[in-house]
């Protein structure tokens, strides 16, 4: 009976607070860019959520589990007004009072020495009616340097992922209101535990891990898409190996990047069931959402009907919804061919970000482009670009864009914004 008692005070102990972790105000300063930057100290990383509200206007951070001694900082540099934050049960919420909307960036958790610093930005150039973010979608080509991943007839996992993780990187940074973070941009090796941690380093909205299979028999082929699954996560025994290093605050920071020990998903899990119930069901969402697209292409086809789910480490974040997709299978020759070539391969891409779209429009975020739905994207041609090319990337027809933009196709040019209803 007592042990039974001991042990039960004891994984409370564990699952408690994520270790002891403390807020402070650092400082407020004026980029080169003209750009301004908000830093706050924390002891460790937290895990934060930050959006605006307008009337009066105002940008909230909620650091969970961080003790903070309230303060207030009254600062008029641009739109500023008043920094301030103060302690509300389990939670320090910092709130920055501005004098008009503006445009911000997702706030962001670096390490610095001994302690991690939480930053803010806020553009001053640009004006916008209420305030405003972009969308930051996490985009991991699988793979990479010393890790070839599947091996293929003529081609490697690892250049195929890489090659549509950059496609969908094209579409996302020349469409106003999302932003691509390349999980890695060369062919270089980067462990899974690293991957989710660069994503929540940088305060991603999603994480889409591009992959394409192998297998013995050559004969299997098409693509399928795959979401953390729960029964891997309940596997307590490994849970509570790792949460006790988190609880132990003898763990010293390194400068640098995050790594697993810095945020223990596993630990997180348990303690912030919320979230995690939350990411679960929106990567599903997700999930579905690319899979119709890629059912909706002509060219690819489906190894699995619906939503897979799997222990892909890569995608265990506890409050990042992620999805896994499996382009094809390069031991196939019919996927090899397509996964080869670069249709092939930007129809993968455009799956992924209508999924993505489609995504938004169901889940709108806050503060973003998709929050009132928009009535149409707005893309920014780029050198080189052709209609029908930027048609295909959206799933629209040439005379569609010609259509909405009344447009002289040998006449567009660079930088020429152009309206893409979907
Ligand atoms: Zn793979």
Redesign the pocket.
Known sequence: MHRVVFSFVFFLCLFTPLGANSLNFENIKELSNGDIRISFRLQKVALINAYALDDPSRIVIDVRDAKVSSFSEENNLGPLKLVRASDQNNLSRIEIDLKESVYWKKPWQIKSKDHVKLILEIKQSQKVKKNTRDILIAIDA??GGKDP??VGTNIL?KDV?LMIAKELERTLRDTQGYKPIMIRSTDEFVNLDDRYQKARELGADLFVSI???GFRLSRVKGASVYVWSEEASSITAENLSKAKLVADSSIKLKAGRLDFQDFDEDAARAIYQLAYAAKIENSIILGEKILEQLKRDPFTHMHKPNVEFADFRVLKSIDIPSVLV?SGFITNPDDSRRLSKKPGRRMIARSIFLGIHEYFKVKPKPNTIMDPLPEFLTYTIQKGDVISEIAIRFGVTVNEVIKWNELDPSSIFPGQKIKIYI
Request: proline content about 0%; charged content about 30%; overall charge negative.
């Open positions: 699988g793979h991943g599947s996992e992922t992959h394409a299979d499996e």
